[in-house]
């Protein structure tokens, strides 16, 4: 069965950093693209971005660029998010998520995420 | 960035009804190279993470009841929920994943009990 659980949420000071595990079991983790996937509160989804089977490619939207990163250790069939210059508006339930099949980059390379954590939250104030 | 916008934003229905949510992309997300619709919807119960109920625009995923059934090509996108039972109560979201940088969801509808 696959397993994805994210930890590391809390509470945090605008400005300040924190770094997201999701360690992954039931799958041969290093074969898979992963995502980071985000929810606000009462809002809708947001992808974060995502990295490459082996870590040598990582792609982000404009919106987390330059702030958020996303890290693997395949050994320990783990993924990170580092977040550095947290705003109130990154206050947001944390998923990480796997897809159906390959994702890379560019058109009609990718699938839908058949896996999903159950999230950690990641608060943001002062 | 490919634009997804779902309507409505919410809609009640009575038990065994039937219940209709519309996706339109920004762009069509049909690839010509296999003639799929990268187009899929998810079910997110409150305190869960999104499942995925429909890829392809119209493949149910294992276990999904056949009472979910997804339509569309090109650019308009349909979930049917044919007969609305208690458990269907959620928030639905499309996804478009032809265009992967970035992958985008439509804003989520909310399908409750009339």
């Known amino acids: 069965e696959v397993q994805l659980v994210e930890s590391g949420g809390g509470l945090v000071q605008p400005g300040g950093s924190l770094r997201l595990s999701c360690a992954a079991s039931?799958?041969?983790?290093?074969?898979?693209?992963m995502s980071w996937v985000r929810q606000a509160p009462g809002k809708g989804l947001e992808w974060l971005g995502k990295?490459?089977?082996?870590?040598?490619?990582?792609y982000y939207p404009d919106s987390v660029k330059g702030r958020f990163t996303i890290s693997r250790d395949n050994a320990k069939n783990s993924l990170f998010l580092q977040m550095n210059s947290l705003r109130d508006e990154d206050t947001a339930v944390y998923y990480c998520?796997?897809?159906?099949?390959?994702?890379?980059?560019?058109?009609?390379?990718?699938?839908?995420?058949?896996?999903w954590g159950q999230g950690t939250l990641v608060t943001v104030s002062s | 960035d490919i634009v997804m916008t779902q309507s409505p934003d919410s809609l009640a229905v009575s038990l065994g009804e039937r219940a209709t949510i519309n996706c339109k992309s920004s762009q069509s997300v049909l690839y010509s190279s296999n003639n799929k619709n990268y187009l899929a919807w998810y079910q997110q119960k409150p305190g869960q993470p999104p499942k995925l109920l429909i890829s392809?625009?119209?493949t149910r995923e294992s276990g999904v009841p056949d009472r979910f059934s997804g339509s569309g090509s090109g650019t308009d996108f349909t979930l049917t929920i044919s007969s609305l039972q208690a458990e269907d109560v959620a928030v639905y979201y499309c996804q478009q994943y032809y265009n992967s940088l970035p992958l985008t969801f439509g804003g989520g509808t909310k399908v409750e009990i009339k």
């Open positions: 998520a796997r897809p159906s099949g390959y994702c890379g980059a560019g058109y009609g390379s990718c699938f839908p995420f058949d896996s």
């Open positions: 039931g799958f041969t983790f290093s074969t898979y693209w």
């Open positions: 990295i490459k089977e082996d870590g040598s490619e990582k």
């Open positions: 392809w625009a119209s």
